[in-house]
DNA sequence: CTCTGATGCAAGTGCTCACTTGCATCAGCG
DNA sequence: CGCTGATGCAAGTGAGCACTTGCATCAGAG
């Protein structure tokens, strides 16, 4: 019989509560009391804690994984496709995103349940050294590239939990597109 | 009878094993050990965890503070005193920064801790009004300048952090001091 | 209605960690 | 040499937390 309370609706919880207090002083019981059910519940439906986030983390950034595949010939389409993923991720869930990073370099469970999304990060690398090849991208690390295009959104969803007040309209991914093109084109 | 290893020494190991392990992971036990002192003389010569801290962040942080009393005619010089601390300061602690500017956020103790140099920042903010009241920088509001202003090095600290490739030459107070005054010198 | 599987609750286990205590040692000062 | 005050070491305390166990309850499928 399925729970009365979904899994989404606890993952949901988990990434509130860790968007908040990090996930190393997100209690299982916090967490638990977070989605509306018994801590014990929350173990024998999850297992473990670190098992919660790497399903939660899973459904919500990873599953909706981009069609990229297979990279075609058309840049601006492939590069719209990642921005338009990334721009997502940091519109919903940006909180979280950043507070795992940070997190990342100092608890290795965190770490280790990131490595799932950061495997999204080779299949990018893959497009982008594809369209570098074909001669439509400047030649660099990958990863450069790579930040080069969807560090700003980074930047924005920093700067807006830094500095409350700027009601930034959401980042329109055909205009970072643009705006990526006109500088990595090779001359 | 002074101790064999000084307050300082004890200091510098907080805030590198801070740096690289985050307040909380920071256990009393491996300060100690980086230290070279027993973890019970920690206690008996720093009382807690907290307050060792905090006479760290002082010592080194709050310790060397600017002169800055009395703002005088000089934006530029003034912008330059503050710049200058701030430049040094990243250069010299940048890690253990930005690891208790992110811990801030979720740890009380590292919040309190933090309470005391933030009071440094209220000082910068008269600085700011003092000049902008005398007509020699533009009108907004004092955070925002400041931000404006040290921001850069902040950002150059961040992405040495991300990015370890780049040999990133030290920032030059007087040139960021220049630069940031051709923008926000009012028309 | 009955059976089953998921849930809640109370209690407990084991680990880590900040912090303490008691005692031995050691360095400097008279 | 003898005193003092700081240190080291071994052991322990108490709290928080991830995770477990046993039992009662309750909702849905047959």
Redesign the interface.
């Known amino acids: 019989m399925a729970s009365r309370v979904t899994d989404q609706a606890v993952y949901d919880a988990v990434l509130k509560v860790i968007a908040d207090?990090?996930y190393?002083?997100a209690t299982t019981r916090a967490i638990a009391d977070a989605a509306g059910i018994n801590e014990v519940t929350l173990f024998r439906r999850f297992t473990s804690k670190e098992n919660l986030l790497r399903q939660a983390v899973r459904s919500n950034f990873v599953g909706f994984a981009l069609d990229l595949d297979a990279p075609g010939d058309d840049v601006a389409a492939d590069l719209l496709t990642i921005v338009s993923y990334y721009a997502r991720l940091y519109e919903t869930r940006g909180g979280v995103v950043l507070t795992l990073m940070?997190e990342a370099?100092?608890?290795p469970d965190v770490a280790a349940v990131l490595a799932e999304p950061e495997a999204l990060l080779e299949k990018v690398d893959e497009v982008i050294l594809h369209h570098q090849r074909r001669g439509a991208l400047v030649t660099e690390p990958p990863r450069h590239t790579f930040?080069a295009l969807v560090g700003p959104l980074m930047m924005r969803s920093f700067a807006r939990r830094v500095?409350q007040r700027a009601t930034q309209a959401p980042a329109d991914p055909e205009a970072v597109v643009r705006r990526f093109l006109d500088g990595h084109r090779p001359g």
């Open positions: 207090q990090g190393e002083r940070r370099k100092f608890s930040f500095d």
